[in-house]
Structures are given as C-alpha cells and as structure tokens.
C-alpha cells in the first residue's frame, strides 16, 4: 500500500480535552492534524471536524485528470474524493454513535463474512442495524481515527484500504470502562443512485 490520506476525528463530546489539535503539515506536504504520532498516521493527510474544509478544498483544486490526492498515491478524481467523503461521513456518524447517519451511508446489499468462512460471523444490514443501535447504546463516548491507505474504484464498485485507531467507554454492570481497538481492514462500497454506499467492512 502507498501513503494514504487520513480521516481524523475530535475528541467526542464530554471527553477530557488531550493532546489531539496541534495542526500541523503533515509529510509530504499534505495537511492534517497532528494526534499523538502514531507510526501509521505518519504518512498521510489527515481530515478533523475542525480542518475538514481545507483538505477538500485541496482535492478539489487538484481534481486533474492524472493527478494524486496531494501528499498520497491515491488518484484525484470524483471517485476517489467521494469515496473519502463517505468514509470521513461515516467516521462523524460514528463519533456521534448515531446508528440512523451510518445506516444511511449502507447499501440494503450489505454483507460482511468478517474474512472467514464460519458463517456464525456473517454480518447484512439487518444484522448491522440491530448491532449499531445495540452498541452505541451502550457506549458513551468515542474518538475514532481511520486513514485511507488505498483507493481502487471500477465502474460502480470500490475498495478502501483503512486503518483505525479507536478510543470508546462502554457503560457496564461495574461502571464505564475505557477500551482501544487499532486494525487494517477494507472497506468495500458500491454506487446507487449516484453515491457511494458501503456493502462491507464497517
């Protein structure tokens, strides 16, 4: 995989302010908002709530034929920014643990098999419905860092390769606890209607 552009996220809402908005360039001269230094953020432009508009712009003045999403390998096009689009969407959906806004960003086709073949761990959409509500239920604050390594798009269908970073507390019988999940993993999306919607990997 190439240097990829990262989708970054603000503390959640009530989380303790931490060393998360130092803005800074980031290598290769892309621009982003600089977290804790993590090796695998360090090679990528990053998206914030807050910086959010400035990076699109970016892409959206480099919209050439041939030409790579500023600082990464990724090719700048419509696709490919509307891709990132979605995936940052969803990221913010996320943060706010708003189970509707993500289902909104999902093809009714959805269908993951995790990457095994125990059926057991299949996930579609009414099983991801059911899962989102149930969990955000639960959780009471998350700050979540994806970064998007690789874009392949044909015809109606692409793949993101990601990697995350996430921080939540769950509520339970004992009381909140902290928890960190970090992985790679891709996300697969089709187009309906003319957006991009995921059909796995969430």
Not at 78 to 85: F, K, L, N, Q, S
Not at 118 to 130: E, I, R, T
Request: aromatic share 6%; net charge neutral.
């Amino acid at each position: 995989m190439g240097e990829g552009v990262n989708v970054r996220t603000t503390r959640a809402a009530g989380e303790p302010p931490a060393a998360l908005t130092r803005v800074r360039p980031a290598p290769h001269g892309a621009l982003g908002v600089d977290a804790r230094g993590e090796e695998c953020f360090d090679d990528a432009m990053r998206l914030s709530g807050s910086t959010l508009a400035v990076p699109l712009a970016v892409l959206a003045l480099a919209a050439c034929a041939g030409r790579r999403i500023p600082g990464t390998d990724i090719k700048d096009n419509a696709d490919t920014r509307a891709v990132v689009a979605a995936i940052d969407a969803y990221r913010q959906a996320a943060e706010r643990r708003d189970a509707g806004a993500v289902l909104a960003l999902v093809s009714p086709k959805y269908f993951d098999d995790a990457g095994t073949p125990d059926p057991g761990d299949d996930v579609d959409y009414a099983q991801l419905k059911k899962r989102l509500t149930d969990d955000y239920q639960k959780v009471t604050a998350i700050r979540l860092e994806m970064g998007v390594k690789k874009i392949e798009v044909e015809g109606d269908r692409a793949a993101a390769y990601v990697f995350y970073d996430e921080h939540y507390r769950i509520t339970t019988k004992a009381g909140e606890i902290a928890k960190q999940a970090s992985d790679q993993h891709r996300m697969q999306l089709v187009r309906e209607s003319g957006a991009w919607k995921f059909v796995s990997g969430l």
